[in-house]
């Protein structure tokens, strides 16, 4: 499903007239039918479309104009419809208008009797700061639903007042439970503060022709898109069919992180983990981790940086390399000038050796925090490289930068990075970025505050490289990867709430969100979040 800039979506819909006759008003009733459709198919168990008490709030341009077929829609399957016409002030209230002098009156009334209110008073379109009167509006719905909790507020298309380009939000702007979004989600609902005004995200049809968005190159990572590179697990499979990751991570000060990563690799279907550590390291993890192998590394030494020592060390791992389909270096590894050293030297041999015969790598957490002290980092990566910073850490790659957590100007900088630095980068964070060299991107849209904890980011990287040692291509590994952990986290959150997951809680789930999606139906043009 792809993700449109306004400028996208207005070509979209000129080409679906120009190509194949869709003009406005055919696309738009499909609009209507299908918000009302969905509409109605998420009413929640207590309401019946019989007798609910809707209030459409109309606004002056197409997205009014969507509002207007879908209350047709929903008054033909018998719900009780009332229409306020912003521009005009005019109500109807089961199709009859109300005279001038009891509008007021009648829309207070309306409101408080209402279970919904739809918003369909401004889309695409919006071109200024909201109207005062609008905001007033708007305000007294927010002022109803103070009162009443269960007063549920349905955004056509997009909450009126979200900038959808940038995700901004003016001040007046009303936060719905559901937002039927039409043709395509904007790019602004993946970027705070509009995020947070969304609620539960649909995308409802317009009948496009899919053909006419052969150019768009940014997706919504979604069950139908992950399904397609899930891989596949043949009946006559061994633990040779599904690769070997090796992992060159955690150190004394942070044994957990090479468990989880490893782990999280093994749930992602990867046939054989392998730690490198060192001999004193062993036991902890032999202990621990059950089901892992080991490459042994030797000590690193207590005073003086040896290049020759680090030399041994990356030696000591690469010789066990022949044969891994991935290698993950990073998490908990911590940033000794010789582990720093060990890494430079990993990747020197990972350079010379011919692509078809190297691991893929992902490189993570301190594997990043190492390079960003180098200049031309980038330059000593092998092609193909994964990296998955957080925004701190994507902030050191970047000369100190400081990084947004989740306005526009991130998706900017991380399609500019990954052409400048030739990898696929995956910047983490709520609604976490996916981008190729090449500029392809892919943006989760889920959100969660359970995944704020740590040790989270090295079941992402393991889970990565587990589907980097299955063969998919990068690009399509780190978009699983993201996917299925943020799937996994939802699991774990319908159960503990938004606080006290552990990353390892993630780790049983990984497996259950595979068997999810191969399961759960899904229909392109229907996608739905849980928030
Ligand atoms: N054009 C098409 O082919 C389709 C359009 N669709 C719908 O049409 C919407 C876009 O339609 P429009 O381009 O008519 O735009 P809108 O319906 O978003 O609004 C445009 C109108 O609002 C006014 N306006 C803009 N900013 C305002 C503000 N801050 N306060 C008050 N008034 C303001 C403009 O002067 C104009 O009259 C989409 O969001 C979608 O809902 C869909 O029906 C699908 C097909
Ligand atoms: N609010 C949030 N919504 C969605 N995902 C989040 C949120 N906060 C954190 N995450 C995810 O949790 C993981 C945290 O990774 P990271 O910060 O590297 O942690 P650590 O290094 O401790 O493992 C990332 O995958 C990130 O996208
Ligand atoms: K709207």
Known sequence: MHIVTVAEM??????????????SPILMRHAGQSAADIFMAQLLPHHSINDLEVLFLIGPGNNGGDGMIMADNLARAGALVSLYTWKTHELTIRGQPIAEQQIDKE???????????????????????LNEDMRALLARVEGERKQRPDLRVVAIDQPTGVHTDSGEV?????????????ACPKIGFFFFPARDFIGELHVGSIALPPTLEHNL???????GLCRASLPKRPLNSNKGTFGKVMLFCGSQPYPGSAYLAGSSAARAGAGLITLAVTEKMLPTYASSFHEATFAILPEEPKSEIS???????????????????????????????????????????????PPNKRPRLIIDADGLNNL?????????????????????????????????????????????????????LVLKGACTLVVSPLGETRINWKANPALATAGTG?????????????GLIPFDAASLGVYLHSCAAERVSSELGDAGLLASDLLPQIPRVM????????????DITER
Not at 119 to 126: I, K, R, S, V, Y
Request: charged share 20%; glycine share 10%; net charge negative.
């Open 217 to 223: 190159s940014t997706e919504m990572l979604n069950t």
């Open 170 to 182: 003016d001040p007046g702007t009303l936060r719905a439970d559901m937002t039927i979004t039409l």
């Open 10 to 23: 207005r070509e979209l819909e000129a080409q679906a007239e120009h190509q194949y006759g869709l003009t």
């Open 372 to 424: 960003s002290a180098l200049e031309h980092w980038w330059t000593l990566l092998p092609e193909g490289t994964v990296i998955t910073p957080h925004p701190g850490e994507m902030g050191r790659l970047c000369d100190s930068l400081k990084v947004s957590g989740g306005s526009i100007d991130r998706l900017q900088l991380a399609r500019e990075k990954a052409r400048e630095w030739n990898v696929i």
């Open 307 to 353: 290049r020759g020592q680090a030399h041994d060390r990356a030696q000591a791992l690469t010789e066990h390399l022949p044969g891994y389909r991935a290698l993950l270096m990073g998490p908990g590894l911590g940033q000794s000038p010789e582990t720093r050293e060990t890494i430079l030297q990993v990747l020197e041999d990972l350079r010379n050796q």
């Open 458 to 470: 090295d079941v992402l990287a393991g889970m990565i490289a587990g589907f980097l040692a299955q």
């Open 515 to 526: 068997r999810d999606i191969l399961h759960t139906s899904f229909e392109e043009g229907s």
């Open 107 to 129: 829309l207070t009334s309306g409101l408080q009797s209402a279970d919904y209110v739809i918003d369909a008073l401004l889309g695409t379109g919006t071109s200024r700061p």
